[in-house]
């Protein structure tokens, strides 16, 4: 590790044994080697398919930063920054960009800050820099869930002389509604950190994913080794030039005039009020209305005063959600407040929020942390639900940072706070969307409610979250014989590979159930399961008595199922 003032981090380091004051020194710069070998076809990934190969090399600059009063900001700077080799060598400019992160006290990355306005997958790649300073300290009991750039992963950590290792068991990606690419397995992990005062010596790992897509015809398979260790001296990276308050790093974003603006709003609204709105791909469209970012709010009014066609309505809401930025996010924002008496369209506003994968933006964080405590309105109790709902599913599908985590606050204190029956229901729901397991305690703590709805909705999210305990109080549940919400328990169990002794009482609803509704769930429960040999047996001898043609089916599709099924 490289720092600028040794005598400074040597008094950082006394001090950092009885405080944590030491971050303001903890400037350091590393090289680093990124090497990805990238196979992919339309058939199997065993066979010869096209291959890429791309090393990266680099240094990297770190230092404390200071935003919002907040602690645990780092601002970061690549150089050099190089794909290839000696007289094949490029310079990768789009690395070079300063940036800043933040660093919650458990050393999991959950904020990003930019200078300036950068695409989605530039954007990504500095985040990418920013996750190799992304480990905990301390040793989880548990397995862990983390995220970066790709995913969400799960982690378990082994400390070990000195040196923290940490490997990656499953992943679950960001955003697979619009990617060619739904699935990804971890095929091989390995990450070995030598911790610091302040980061670390060295880091190093490699991983090996393999990606498919929806039809099992994609297919991609990534290998990368990487390494970072400190640079042998001290570079010159402008970052050092750069102030300490990110608010005072120079803006390179144009400022626009009043009449800059009204043109811009002008040639808007010419775009939407074309006839041919439905002939534009959403995609395409998003691209388009990205021009106009900047006064994309001006198109409130065209869907306030319904002046658009059903179906161009749709596709504009539709690349309003792929546009997915700031401004973008507090249009329909204000769309889904400003339509209380158009639930449909509240409906749509909440469906094209629910599209993004950006982080929620400040302003929308408030707007939406206004409506939970006030309580959001609507002429439907459906959509009112699917508000509370859909917050907890961004929540697990954006990327996180404070406003995020401000938003899992205020659902929780509203659930602790509301009376209404329909209304706590939703917010159980909402927690268990978002998957996140601080939350399992209160989610818990309703799954013995007197009230079927509230009871049912926590058995839901118990399902939602998929860990260990949410799954050991679904067994407990499993246990009571006539269970009041039997059907929304045995859905909850399919999220999970069920124990011997819980398979053997979901198979008895199936076989010996009354109820033909609760025997479907069962069936439906047993059918995602991964070893099903003896659960076949014994269906197929169920199926002399099964009286029900849908459950008759289901049957017949398990007992002609050859793949593995995973939740």
């Given at each position: 590790m490289i720092t600028l003032n040794k005598a400074m981090l040597a008094s950082?380091?006394?001090?950092?044994?009885?405080?944590?004051?030491?971050e303001a020194s903890c400037s350091a710069q590393y090289n680093f080697v990124i090497d990805t070998h990238t196979a992919f076809n339309y058939d199997q990934v065993s066979q010869q398919g096209q291959q890429t190969h791309i090393k990266l090399n680099g240094l990297l600059t770190i230092k404390a930063a200071k935003h919002n009063d907040e602690d645990g900001w780092w601002a970061i700077k690549a150089d050099k920054v190089t794909a290839g080799q000696g007289q094949f060598a490029s310079e990768l400019a789009s690395y070079t960009v300063p940036f800043a992160f933040k660093l919650a006290k458990n050393g999991l990355v959950t904020d990003f800050w930019f200078p300036t306005k950068l695409d989605t997958q530039t954007q990504d790649q500095l985040k990418g820099l920013a996750y190799y300073f992304q480990f905990q300290r301390s040793n989880p009991a548990l397995i862990k869930k983390e995220?970066?750039?790709?995913?969400?992963?799960?982690?378990?950590?082994?400390?070990?002389?000195?040196?923290?290792?940490?490997?990656?068991?499953?992943?679950?990606?960001?955003?697979?509604?619009?990617?060619?690419?739904?699935?990804?397995?971890?095929?091989?992990?390995?990450?070995?950190?030598?911790?610091?005062?302040?980061?670390?010596?060295?880091?190093?790992?490699?991983?090996?994913?393999?990606?498919?897509?929806?039809?099992?015809?994609?297919?991609?398979?990534?290998?990368?080794?990487?390494?970072?260790?400190?640079?042998?001296?001290?570079?010159?990276?402008?970052?050092?030039?750069?102030?300490?308050?990110?608010?005072?790093?120079?803006?390179?974003?144009?400022?626009?005039?009043?009449?800059?603006l009204a043109q811009l709003k002008k040639s808007l609204q010419s775009l939407v009020s074309k006839g041919n709105l439905t002939?534009?791909?959403?995609?395409?469209?998003?691209?388009?209305?990205?021009?106009?970012?900047?006064?994309?709010?001006?198109?409130?009014?065209?869907?306030?005063?319904?002046?658009?066609?059903?179906?161009?309505?749709?596709?504009?809401?539709?690349?309003?959600?792929?546009?997915?930025?700031?401004?973008?996010?507090?249009?329909?924002?204000?769309?889904?407040?400003?339509?209380?008496?158009?639930?449909?369209?509240?409906?749509?506003?909440?469906?094209?929020?629910?599209?993004?994968q950006s982080a929620l933006s400040p302003e929308l964080s408030t707007l939406l942390t206004e409506q939970i405590e006030s309580g959001f309105n609507s002429l439907d109790s459906e959509v009112t639900s699917s508000f509370y709902m859909t917050i907890g599913a961004m929540l697990n599908s954006r990327t996180a940072n404070a406003q995020s985590a401000q938003l899992h606050n205020v659902l929780s204190e509203q659930l602790s706070l509301v009376t209404e029956t329909n209304i706590k229901s939703a917010l159980i729901t909402s927690l268990g969307n978002s998957r996140d397991e601080q939350h399992f305690e209160q989610i818990n703590s309703y799954v013995e409610d007197s009230n079927k709805s509230v009871q049912r909705a926590s058995i839901r999210a118990l399902g939602m979250m998929q860990t260990e305990l949410a799954y050991t109080s679904l067994e407990?549940?499993?246990a009571k014989p006539q269970h009041q919400n039997q059907v929304a328990l045995l859905k909850a169990l399919s999220n999970y590979q069920l124990e011997p002794a819980a398979s053997d009482a979901v198979l008895a609803i199936a076989v010996n159930n009354p109820t033909a509704e609760s025997r479907y769930a069962a069936i439906q429960a047993l059918a995602t399961q991964e070893h099903k040999d003896g659960i076949k047996a014994t269906?197929?001898?169920?199926?002399?008595?099964?009286?029900?043609?849908?459950?008759?089916?289901?049957?017949?599709?398990?007992?002609?199922s050859t793949k593995q099924n995973t939740p």
């Amino acid at each position: 590790m490289i720092t600028l003032n040794k005598a400074m981090l040597a008094s950082a380091l006394c001090a950092l044994a009885v405080s944590n004051t030491a971050e303001a020194s903890c400037s350091a710069q590393y090289n680093f080697v990124i090497d990805t070998h990238t196979a992919f076809n339309y058939d199997q990934v065993s066979q010869q398919g096209q291959q890429t190969h791309i090393k990266l090399n680099g240094l990297l600059t770190i230092k404390a930063a200071k935003h919002n009063d907040e602690d645990g900001w780092w601002a970061i700077k690549a150089d050099k920054v190089t794909a290839g080799q000696g007289q094949f060598a490029s310079e990768l400019a789009s690395y070079t960009v300063p940036f800043a992160f933040k660093l919650a006290k458990n050393g999991l990355v959950t904020d990003f800050w930019f200078p300036t306005k950068l695409d989605t997958q530039t954007q990504d790649q500095l985040k990418g820099l920013a996750y190799y300073f992304q480990f905990q300290r301390s040793n989880p009991a548990l397995i862990k869930k983390e995220q970066d750039t790709l995913g969400r992963y799960t982690v378990s950590y082994q400390f070990k002389d000195d040196v923290i290792h940490l490997n990656k068991h499953t992943y679950a990606l960001h955003d697979k509604t619009q990617a060619a690419l739904q699935t990804v397995n971890v095929a091989s992990s390995g990450h070995q950190i030598t911790p610091n005062a302040c980061f670390f010596e060295t880091r190093k790992g490699q991983e090996t994913l393999l990606f498919s897509g929806q039809s099992q015809s994609l297919n991609l398979k990534t290998k990368q080794q990487y390494q970072l260790r400190p640079t042998s001296s001290a570079y010159p990276s402008a970052l050092f030039s750069l102030p300490t308050n990110l608010d005072s790093w120079p803006s390179t974003e144009k400022t626009l005039s009043e009449d800059e603006l009204a043109q811009l709003k002008k040639s808007l609204q010419s775009l939407v009020s074309k006839g041919n709105l439905t002939d534009i791909s959403a995609y395409d469209l998003a691209k388009q209305l990205s021009q106009f970012d900047a006064v994309i709010g001006s198109l409130e009014t065209v869907f306030l005063q319904q002046t658009l066609s059903d179906e161009a309505q749709m596709r504009l809401f539709n690349a309003l959600g792929q546009l997915d930025s700031a401004n973008s996010q507090l249009l329909l924002g204000h769309i889904l407040v400003n339509a209380e008496k158009d639930p449909l369209m509240q409906f749509r506003a909440l469906r094209a929020l629910s599209q993004g994968q950006s982080a929620l933006s400040p302003e929308l964080s408030t707007l939406l942390t206004e409506q939970i405590e006030s309580g959001f309105n609507s002429l439907d109790s459906e959509v009112t639900s699917s508000f509370y709902m859909t917050i907890g599913a961004m929540l697990n599908s954006r990327t996180a940072n404070a406003q995020s985590a401000q938003l899992h606050n205020v659902l929780s204190e509203q659930l602790s706070l509301v009376t209404e029956t329909n209304i706590k229901s939703a917010l159980i729901t909402s927690l268990g969307n978002s998957r996140d397991e601080q939350h399992f305690e209160q989610i818990n703590s309703y799954v013995e409610d007197s009230n079927k709805s509230v009871q049912r909705a926590s058995i839901r999210a118990l399902g939602m979250m998929q860990t260990e305990l949410a799954y050991t109080s679904l067994e407990q549940q499993l246990a009571k014989p006539q269970h009041q919400n039997q059907v929304a328990l045995l859905k909850a169990l399919s999220n999970y590979q069920l124990e011997p002794a819980a398979s053997d009482a979901v198979l008895a609803i199936a076989v010996n159930n009354p109820t033909a509704e609760s025997r479907y769930a069962a069936i439906q429960a047993l059918a995602t399961q991964e070893h099903k040999d003896g659960i076949k047996a014994t269906l197929r001898t169920a199926l002399k008595k099964e009286t029900s043609k849908r459950n008759f089916k289901a049957i017949v599709e398990l007992l002609h199922s050859t793949k593995q099924n995973t939740p």
